[in-house]
């Protein structure tokens, strides 16, 4: 039976000498960061020694689905053993801290045993399809909404538990724990059941008041109210990793980061104060970190989503679809015999004609296609514009939608926050692609700030940090983030070409209910 972890705040004692980074002596503080995408996971290995942090990646992975019978599932066990083996690498026997993050919605089922009961759905699986049209024809949207604070998405936890309880009763009812992905990763480390915050909110479960599992709306659905763990708050100490993992090769406390891993991104610095976040990677996820939910109508029109952040905070962001429509590009392309590096398409892109094609990147039609590329053609059929000519015209394309999607966001952001946005920093793996920045501040009007890249490590390590001592607080962390990583900066250019397209941008979206 597994062990259920306390959910209390747990942090050791402190020294003034340890809050003091010029005191601390030549000894450094080694943290573990499992930092896991939809793409790629990586482990990276961070020292902090004299108020600088320095960080060596260990191993980097591919993070590839696997499809069998007719649903789409992640491979946890091979993203298992790559753990492993990186921790078995690591060349620090002891460590400070290590913790998990990773991406939200799906989640894994253990029996009474502990054991998993089958390998976990990927959230782009067509079970989910229709499931939260059906469910909002009983229910009110509004009513959910303000319970929970959380968008409206077909992959959310919730409705991908509805699927499971009408196709799948019986593994629902053999299960005792639910644990999202980030969760169950801890568990093979600790042999503790805990759902840390962060994470939990992205199941649209978790009531945004009382912080904790909204166990009335999981009832009232029908879903059996004791399968997730018990919640608990970033830099919780859950305990030593357990002798057996990695061969006994590693160990040390292991310290829930903001386990979602665009909560541990955000955590590597302040988004506030005029400064909007944008995680860029296989999704785009744009916000601002403020003190409490923003539920309201308005709101609620926009489907604005309000996630558990670090230190008490939340994150009022918006998912757009993101570089994933590039990846499925390029996944058509290699089909075909044409193999393109990320680097070479955003190189070739720049070289495009501006605004050739411009579409919707929400529209559900690009969420999960047999052909990317054919997508966009259809888009662009139904639209009366011309087809994309090369790979390099469907990225120019696809690079100028985001750019004006992120420019809607960030205008309702600053309507529902009644805050100026001045600049925006772009986190994760997009923060490479310096056309899509730029582009990025053209749309906005907004300077972009770009990096630093791997923030959802550093925000991991952060919260670790601060957990344990090595650091007085989320802050002096994040200061230590800012000397020890280079950004860099992209001022807006052209914005009035870009405010003459905007209409047609809007206007193109409005159209999307055609392509349905």
């Known amino acids: 039976m597994p062990s259920i972890t306390s959910t209390g705040y747990s942090e050791p004692e402190k020294t003034s000498k340890q809050h003091d980074p010029d005191v601390r002596g030549s000894s450094a503080k080694a943290y573990c960061a499992i930092d896991l995408g939809a793409e790629s996971g990586r482990v990276v290995l961070a020292r902090l020694r004299s108020g600088v942090l320095e960080t060596q990646e260990i191993r980097r992975f591919a993070n590839e689905p696997v499809r069998y019978g007719r649903s789409l599932h992640w491979d946890v066990a091979r993203l298992w053993l790559e753990i492993c083996c990186a921790l078995a690498d690591l060349p620090e026997a002891r460590l400070d801290g290590i913790g998990v993050d990773a991406w939200g919605v799906d989640y894994g089922l253990l029996d009474h045993r502990g054991e998993l009961l089958e390998n976990p759905y990927h959230y782009r699986d067509a079970r989910t399809n229709g499931v939260m049209e059906e469910l909002l024809e009983s229910i009110p949207r509004e009513e959910i909404y303000n319970a929970t604070g959380i968008q409206f998405m077909p992959i959310n936890t919730l409705y991908q538990l509805l699927a499971a309880k009408r196709d799948a009763p019986r593994t629902l009812e053999a299960a005792d724990w639910l644990l999202t992905i980030p969760d169950l990763f801890h568990y093979w480390l600790t042999g503790k059941v805990v759902c840390e915050f962060t994470n939990a909110t992205t199941t649209q479960l978790v009531n945004a008041g009382t912080r904790t599992w909204d166990k009335a709306l999981m009832e009232r659905v029908g879903l059996p109210s004791r399968l997730p763990g018990p919640t608990a708050e970033p830099g919780t100490v859950l305990g030593p990793v357990l002798s057996e993992v990695a061969g006994g090769r590693c160990s040390g406390p292991v310290v829930l980061p903001g386990s979602h891993d665009t909560a541990s991104a955000v955590a590597a610095f302040s988004a506030r104060e005029g400064t909007a ?161 730029q582009l990025t501040a053209d749309a906005t009007g907004k300077r972009v700030v770009s990096g630093p890249v791997e923030a959802a490590a550093l925000g991991n390590v952060a919260v670790q940090m601060a957990a344990t001592g090595a650091v007085s607080s989320l802050k002096e962390a994040r200061a230590a983030i800012e000397r020890s990583f280079a950004t860099e900066i992209y001022d807006p250019r052209e914005t009035a070409e870009w405010d003459k397209q905007a209409e047609r941008f809007r206007h193109y979206c409005e159209m999307d209910v055609c392509l349905k």
Not at 318 to 332: D, E, T, Y
């Open 277 to 437: 976040f944008l995680s860029s990677g296989t999704w785009s996820l744009v916000g601002m970190e403020v003190d409490s939910p923003v539920i309201t109508p308005e709101s609620l029109r926009l489907n604005f989503t309000n996630e558990g952040g670090v230190n008490g905070t939340t994150r009022l962001l918006k998912n757009v679809m993101g570089l994933w429509i590039v990846q499925g590009c390029r996944k058509s392309w290699a089909a075909r015999g044409q193999g393109y590096s990320y680097q070479e398409l955003a190189d070739l892109a720049g070289q495009q004609p501006p605004f050739r094609i411009l579409f919707d990147p929400d529209d559900g039609l690009f969420l999960n296609p047999e052909d990317m590329p054919a997508s966009i053609d259809r888009w662009g059929e139904k639209t009366g514009q011309p087809h994309a000519t090369s790979a390099a015209a469907y990225v120019r394309g696809i690079l100028e939608s985001l750019a004006f999607r992120y420019r809607v966001v960030i205008q309702n952001l600053e309507r529902l926050t009644a805050k100026s946005i001045k600049q925006i920093q772009v986190i994760g793996g997009g923060a490479r692609n310096g056309l899509l920045n």
